[in-house]
T-cell receptor
Framework: RKEVEQDPGPFNVPEGATVAFNCTYS??????FFWYRQDCRKEPKLLMS???SGNEDGRFTAQLNRASQYISLLIRDSKLSDSATYLC????????????FGTGTRLQVFP | DAGITQSPRHKVTETGTPVTLRCHQT?????MYWYRQDPGHGLRLIHY???????DKGEVSDGYSVSRSKTEDFLLTLESATSSQTSVYFC????????????FGDGTRLSIL
């Protein structure tokens, strides 16, 4: 089993739609979680950190479910500019230098 | 945006030649990382550094070496490039290893013919 797994998509949604991505992780001791966004031929950029209590940033909501070992990203009122690949990232151990990156979920928002 | 500069941005070279990629940061962050990104694999860690002259291997370190003689610079060297090292290389930095995210440079597209 991969350490971090994501549905590769693509998710094709119309503008204004709500879309959700899940990401599962294998190490129950994982400590921190992040969502990154990567545009085509660009570098990954931090979208948001994921906290145990869940967190929201505008149209984006991230949640953590430790019991089932997954994190989710919800995007409301999708914009054309949300089209990108979304990477799930997990820190598998406390005080480790290493992050584990999922292969990403591609989102395409159409008019 | 984090002050991270990678050079060169693009390079085409031949099998067997040495190649050095440079990552320069202006954030004075302690941790620096080199990743490669290939279709179907996501980002894979090559080497990382936790301080000047302190480096360690990642999951795909074979064929690569690194050096960090100053806080701001982290060099990745392919001693004798092979076609399997054709990839996009990203440098990243982080302030600490305590649940901190990493921030990435623009990447280097490397083609080995």
């Amino acid at each position: 089993r991969k350490e971090v797994e994501q549905d590769p998509g693509p998710f094709n949604v119309p503008e204004g739609a709500t879309v959700a991505f899940n990401c599962t992780y294998s190490n129950s001791a994982s400590q921190s979680f992040f969502w990154y966004r990567q545009d085509c031929r660009k570098e990954p950029k931090l979208l948001m950190s994921v906290y145990s209590s869940g967190n929201e940033d505008g149209r984006f909501t991230a949640q953590l479910n430790r019991a089932s070992q997954y994190i989710s990203l919800l995007i409301r009122d999708s914009k054309l500019s949300d089209s990108a690949t979304y990477l799930c990232v997990v820190n598998p151990k406390p005080n480790t230098d290493k992050l584990i990156f999922g292969t990403g979920t591609r989102l395409q928002v159409f008019p | 945006d984090a002050g991270i500069t990678q050079s060169p941005r693009h390079k085409v070279t031949e099998t067997g030649t040495p190649v050095t990629l440079r990552c320069h940061q202006t954030e004075n962050h302690r941790y620096m990382y080199w990743y490669r990104q290939d279709p179907g694999h996501g980002l894979r860690l090559i080497h990382y550094s936790y301080g000047v002259k302190d480096t360690d291997k990642g999951e795909v370190s074979d064929g690569y070496s690194v050096s960090r003689s100053k806080t701001e610079d982290f060099l990745l060297t392919l001693e004798s490039a092979t076609s399997s090292q054709t990839s996009v290389y990203f440098c990243a930095i982080s302030e600490s290893n305590l649940n901190q995210p990493q921030h990435f440079g623009d990447g280097t597209r490397l083609s080995i013919l």
